[in-house]
């Protein structure tokens, strides 16, 4: 089984930067495609960013693009999201999750395993 912890989330102001990592406990990892995704309070989880296997493929939701930035560095069984010019409507919990088919999906019921979430908080 498949154990991911995010870390890096936290207060900020609205512009600032926040990188969110995800550590995979297992070597599968490696041949995992990687989603992050996003819950804020009272609304259902949003598709963030996914990456694929072996980062060749990258995907991002619209209100992230050109904003976030996903990569992975499979010798540290980590993926990582960049986030920069942080907006308020950013704000929730983000989790990172596991697709062992490699696809990247958009769609959570795609992913097989998933971390606890860390909260990023913007401020106005």
């Known amino acids: 089984q498949v154990q991911l912890v995010e870390s890096g989330g936290g207060l900020v102001q609205a512009g600032g930067s926040l990188r969110l990592s995800c550590t995979a406990s297992?070597?599968?990892?490696?041949?995992?495609?990687m989603g992050w995704f996003r819950q804020a309070p009272g609304k259902e989880r949003d598709f963030v960013s996914a990456i694929s296997w072996n980062g060749g493929r990258t995907n991002y939701a619209n209100s992230v693009k050109g904003r976030f930035t996903i990569s992975r560095d499979n010798a540290k069984n980590t993926v990582y999201l960049q986030m920069n010019t942080l907006k308020p409507e950013d704000t929730a919990v983000y989790y990172c999750?596991?697709?062992?088919?490699?696809?990247?999906?958009?769609?959570?019921?795609?992913?097989?395993?998933w971390g606890q979430g860390t909260q990023v908080t913007v401020s106005s």
């Open positions: 297992e070597l599968t990892f490696r041949r995992c495609a």
């Open positions: 999750a596991a697709d062992l088919t490699g696809l990247g999906s958009t769609q959570t019921d795609e992913y097989d395993y």
